[in-house]
């Protein structure tokens, strides 16, 4: 499994490059830089766990811009200038093996591109990760697009739109079996769907069933199978149960989790419901307008959550039970992203900012086992409790 | 007296293949500046309960028996002229997604005075007045500049604020909120419950929430009707609903929510679905994924009664009661 190289049994034809052509004119302000191999660790603060081996996943410095200007004629007719959006803007993790990375924010924050670069749909204009210690993006462009795209599927929001409507549940499961060429024999295919079926509480029975006849958790769990098809590594979730209702939502979660221990599959999950990461995750990664502010054990990040703005999400949590605790309320909205406030993006709803916030960037910075992105944290300005 | 009356409403849908009853029997009341919550699953009737409220049931549904008394007089058969009145005078609606329920072509003071104006005696400028006073109770930052806006020139939170003036445009002592905060993040969210809970309490408005949300149920309501294939399950004061249910489909929603407070290796779930209307099973509704099930859920169908603090439809305490 360490050299996918070598399991390149499968013909390549010419549509390995698909996925680097679909996404590389966006890249504008790329600059010369093909994603630089680099060392493991290098620009981020080294984490004091290590469990034996590297992580398996290690994003750095990931970015990605859109260009969002007017055409062309409209710049120069209308004296417009070229506007880039900052969808995801320089932000670095690790996942280790077996374990779920969550990202939270709210809607624009750049979570959801992130999870594209993840999978190759988007092409990073800056930094890049690694996979098993191979450089992804590489792989993605190269000879390897195919083992790499074996290795890491994802999961999407809305199971209504991810289903095509005109196939047949086993067609659905079976498509990306016989796209990578892993089983070509029907019966054997056969087979594998209704153990893929059967792996996500459904019956091998329902393959002969179009996704219509189906519920929307039962739809989201046939999304599953069809990730798990090829016996990934790496699953990308997407607010995989975000459309669900919350009965619906425990027994998908619970799916997810026993098949993580089950077939030790290593995730990140992507949601704005800091319950849900809170019961799937391990680690949680805060983000707001395209960058990282907090990043901990979800056990710190729930218990001493450090960053103002994870604060402010817990705070505004609608709570079942009353905790009794005073809640600050919140203010004011996410700015746009286009035009982001000069410094810490978050400083116009910050009840800490200073001079120092709304001038100058805070970088991402190792705070007792949390990083954080915070001046305010950093000078000791904000009171523990 | 209550302010509004639910008597035994049921409503069908005829279709081709048989009539299909999407709320059966359903009954409550709120009170005059009480909020409701009303929650469920997909495909519960929570919506469609507050449809036939406001009178907006798409045909070819209708309310095929049963009653709704606005301050004891009927409104669920009226017709379309006066319910009309009734509806943005006595009963405002606040729907999901704030930008449908705003007309994009229009900006966002030409719809208010045109509200406004349909209900209200007052000249233009009057209404005018009351339109930049009502943006800014619901907090919408230098409203004087911001009515002459058009709703795409407004973020989500804003655009649910219009809405929420929209609705508050004629003092209906009645609104129905259908989903107000589902499209909105939460830290959005929480204002706009803040908002909608204040904005009530001094003006004295009821309200109907509808929401699948059980949080922004406890943090807004007074009571809670859960609500189950059609017909209300149980029904209660929010607190004792929420820690102390008495239906095991309330029970098993409630666990099956993962929370802030405390961690649980696995959820807890319901298993299989909520049934069509279609293939609702005689009895009890809940009886094929009820893990308490016995014999009388299977034949006969429960009504709501007494159990402890809330009212619940589950023949459980009708057996305790027995017993006592």
């Given amino acids: 499994m360490n050299n996918p190289l070598g399991h390149c049994s499968f013909p390549l034809w010419g549509k390995a490059g698909m996925g680097a052509g679909l996404v590389e004119q966006g890249a504008g302000s790329a600059g010369p830089h093909p994603t630089p191999p680099f060392e493991p660790g290098a620009g981020s603060p080294p984490k004091g766990e290590g469990a034996g081996g590297q992580p398996l996943v290690q994003a750095h410095d990931l970015a990605r811009t859109f260009d969002v200007s007017a055409p062309w004629l409209n710049r120069v007719l209308e004296r417009k200038p070229r506007q880039l959006l900052h969808a995801v803007d320089g932000v670095s993790f690790e996942i280790e093996r077996g374990k779920t990375l969550a990202l939270v924010g709210e809607s624009g924050c750049g979570k959801s591109t992130v999870a594209r670069l993840l999978v190759g749909l988007y092409a990073p204009t800056r930094g890049g990760f690694t996979f098993d210690g191979q450089d992804a993006h590489a792989a993605f462009k190269g000879r390897d697009a195919r083992t790499m795209r074996r290795r890491i599927q994802m999961i999407f929001q809305d199971p209504y739109a991810s289903l095509n409507p005109r196939w047949l549940v086993q067609d659905i499961i079976a498509e990306p079996l016989r796209e990578h060429g892993l089983i070509t024999e029907a019966a054997a295919l056969k087979n594998r769907v209704g153990e893929l079926l059967t792996s996500v509480g459904l019956s091998p029975l329902d393959m002969a069933k179009y996704p219509h006849q189906f519920s929307g958790g039962q739809r989201q769990r046939i999304s599953i199978a069809r990730a798990l098809a090829t016996e990934p590594e790496f699953l990308v979730c997407d607010e995989p149960t975000s459309a669900l209702d919350v009965s619906v939502q425990a027994q998908v979660l619970n799916i997810m989790k026993d098949l993580q221990k089950k077939q030790g599959l290593t995730y990140l999950f992507i949601s704005h419901n800091l319950a849900v990461v809170r019961h799937v995750s391990d680690q949680v990664g805060v983000m707001y307008l395209g960058r990282l502010v907090e990043l901990a054990d979800k056990q710190q990040l729930f218990s001493q959550p450090r960053h103002p703005y994870t604060r402010m999400l817990l705070d505004a949590i609608p709570k079942m039970h009353d905790t009794g605790r005073a809640r600050t309320p919140v203010q004011g909205e996410v700015p746009n992203p286009l035009n982001p406030p000069p410094g810490c993006a978050f400083n116009p709803r910050c009840p800490f900012a200073n001079d120092r916030c709304r001038s100058e960037r805070p970088q991402l910075l190792n705070d007792g086992g949390t990083r954080v992105a915070c001046h305010a944290v950093e000078e000791g300005r904000i009171p523990r409790d | ?324």
């Fill in chain 2, 1 to 324: 007296m209550s302010l509004l009356e639910v008597q035994n409403l049921v409503v069908e849908f005829p279709t081709r293949r048989g009539t299909l009853r999407a709320l059966d029997d359903v009954s409550f009341s709120i009170a005059p500046g009480e909020i409701l919550g009303v929650v469920g699953e997909s495909g519960a009737g929570k919506s469609l309960t507050g449809a036939s409220i406001i009178g907006l049931l798409e045909p070819p549904g209708r309310v095929a028996s049963g009653q709704i008394r606005l301050e004891g007089q009927r409104i669920d058969n009226l017709p379309h002229e006066q319910m009309r009145h009734i509806r943005g005078r006595k009963i405002g609606a606040i729907f999901q997604d704030p930008l449908t329920s705003l007309n994009p072509l229009y900006t966002v003071g030409q719809q208010l005075v045109e509200t406004i104006l349909a209900h209200l005696p007052m000249s233009s400028a009057q209404a005018r007045q009351r339109a930049i006073d009502l943006l800014k109770d619901t907090g919408i930052p230098a409203a004087e500049q911001r009515i002459d806006h058009y709703p795409h020139q407004f973020s989500g939170g804003m655009r649910q604020r219009v809405v929420i003036a929209l609705a508050l445009a004629a003092e209906p002592q009645l609104i129905v909120a259908d989903e107000p905060t589902t499209a909105l993040d939460v830290s959005i969210q929480a204002q706009i419950i803040q908002l909608l809970k204040n904005i009530c309490k001094t003006r004295g408005a009821a309200v109907m929430l509808i929401t699948h949300d059980m949080g922004v149920i406890a943090e807004t309501c007074d009571r809670v009707a859960v609500m189950y294939a059609g017909r209300v399950a149980e029904i209660g004061p929010v607190h004792e609903v929420i820690n102390r249910p008495a239906h095991p489909y309330t029970m098993g929603l409630m666990a099956s929510i993962p929370d802030m407070e405390q961690d649980r290796e696995r959820l807890n779930q319901i298993d299989g679905a909520m049934p069509r209307l279609n293939a609702i099973p005689v009895g009890c509704a809940f009886n094929p994924r009820c893990p308490q099930v016995f014999d009388r859920c299977r034949a006969e169908r429960p009504d709501l009664m007494p159990a402890g603090a809330t009212q619940a439809a589950c023949w459980l305490h009708a057996a305790k009661k027995e017993a006592a």
